[in-house]
């Protein structure tokens, strides 16, 4: 059985930093594309970040600067590290996951998801 599982979650002032997490296991995604989106109620989830198999990666812009997206595939592990966070980056963050393929800004193209862990950035 796949599963993705997120982790790193929480409350945070203005200014700090998470570091999310994202578990795999039950098949490798190791030459795949891994990717984490966001949502808040009543929108779309949205692109955070997408890292591909060579370690490519690209960011939303609004997030571009302040967040790093990684992986170590000996571990079967995605990372999302957040500094300067805002009240704005508030949201569930989901990671998501392709076998093979390149990593896409998309969420229709990717075929495994995590449950999400939720960030809140407050005062």
């Known amino acids: 059985q796949v599963q993705l599982a997120e982790s790193g979650g929480g409350l945070v002032q203005p200014g700090g930093s998470l570091r999310l997490s994202c578990a795999t296991s039950?098949?490798?995604?190791?030459?795949?594309?891994m990717a984490w989106f966001r949502q808040t109620p009543g929108k779309e989830r949205e692109f955070v970040a997408r890292i591909n198999w060579n370690g490519g990666s690209t960011y939303a812009d609004s997030v571009k600067g302040r967040f790093t997206i990684s992986r170590d595939n000996a571990k079967n592990t995605m990372y999302l590290q957040m500094n300067s966070l805002k009240p704005e980056d508030t949201a569930v963050y989901y990671c998501a996951a392709n076998p093979g393929g390149a990593a896409s800004e998309s969420s229709l193209v990717y075929m495994y998801w995590g449950q999400g862990t939720q960030v809140t950035v407050s005062s």
């Open positions: 039950g098949r490798s995604f190791n030459n795949g594309a």
